[in-house]
């Protein structure tokens, strides 16, 4: 996620709860990464999309805000929802998962 | 494909053609994934496109319309072009073709 | 890179930067493709952006103009910063790279 705002946002819960329902037999692990604008997804004041995203780090998908976005946007974890995780760099953790074989969809 | 409409759509049809002049040599087979808002360019009434689009086709390349954003956008196999394909589910689609060694743009 | 301008240029500089601090100890190597209206950033007359580029590209990125873009927007190597680089065509670099192992962001 690199949107700050907008039609992204329902476009992602959209596109992840569809994926889980169509690879959910294979066991494939989800995860979306916020970086850039679009960790602003995962600030608690941006209340309107967190049930939804409570929904799906409840069911398994893992959130990741990027750290490098936090202190660029002066954000701490306590500004995050409960259920975010953090990886030190977000484009350094999409290259690592794909490195491990992991797919990629922006 | 995830763009509505506009200049992205004039952008697919140059980097598909552009893709296939480059590694046509090798064989190498070309899917395009029309999903979310995307679905859009596959519809019999945005006629503007039909002709590169079935070049495309014609040529092998295959077109997928999302299963899924037919459901959202009540469009049936009626409303879309003859020469588009469907997969039930856009973003697993994407995620399939990496897992056996496909390339994947944006 | 395939925007014509715009705050995607910052990202990219912050992106490549930070993907470069967190993976330097792997030595992981770092392309940057500029195609479609992308193309842009690599032009001289762009020079707001010609520090920084130089920066990575001094740095050890390489920073790739596609020839399909060059033709299309008229646009000679006299053109181009002195430390771009150039390929046939940037949809192909980016399938090729993937192909033998590369990740790829967007």
């Given amino acids: 996620m690199t949107e700050a705002q907008g039609p992204a946002w329902d476009m992602l819960v959209s596109h992840v709860n569809n994926l889980r ?3 959910s037999k294979d066991g494939t692990e989800v995860e979306v990464v916020f970086f850039g604008p ?3 997804m995962l600030l608690k004041k941006n209340s309107e999309y967190e049930e939804r995203l409570k929904q799906l780090a409840d069911s398994g998908v893992t959130l990741s ?3 490098n976005a936090m202190r660029f946007m002066k954000v701490t974890t306590d500004d995050l929802f ?3 995780s953090q ?3 977000g484009v350094a953790e999409i290259v690592r998962k794909q490195k491990t074989g992991w797919a990629y969809i922006h």
Wanted: proline residues 7%; glycine residues 6%.
């Fill in 21 to 23: 329902t169509a690879l």
């Fill in 38 to 40: 679009g960790l602003n």
């Fill in 65 to 67: 805000a990027c750290q």
């Fill in 82 to 84: 409960p259920f975010a």
């Fill in 87 to 89: 990886v030190d760099s």
